[in-house]
């Protein structure tokens, strides 16, 4: 007679490496100590936020709706440095940033 694998024991779990690879990636795509939330850039093109946000250090800017994006920071210093453009008027409308 052949002993049945309980069904816990027929899962396996992924290799350690692979896991490692996949919380890493995950830490680095949405680390909210490096990312921050703007609105009010209706009337921006994406050229003219990073225009706005170079001076603060490298990012990338994910513009999810015509009035607000995310800017995700290399580092935590530097996002919390682009908040000093919280309450910015850009043209007509007055933008707000904060800690996403």
Do not use: C, H, W
Not at 27 to 45: C, H, M, P, Q, S
């Amino acid at each position: 007679k052949k002993k049945k694998k309980k069904k816990s024991q027929e899962t396996e779990e992924p290799p350690k490496e692979e896991e490692k690879k996949i919380q890493q990636n995950e830490t680095a795509e949405y680390d909210y100590n490096k990312r921050i939330f703007i609105v009010g850039i209706r009337n921006l093109t994406t050229p003219e936020v990073k225009e706005m946000f170079k001076g603060f250090g490298k990012f990338s800017f994910d513009r999810t709706k015509e009035n607000f994006g995310f800017l995700q920071f290399q580092n935590e210093k530097d996002a919390k440095m682009a908040l000093e453009l919280n309450g910015k008027m850009v043209g007509d409308d007055q933008i707000v940033i904060k800690m996403a």
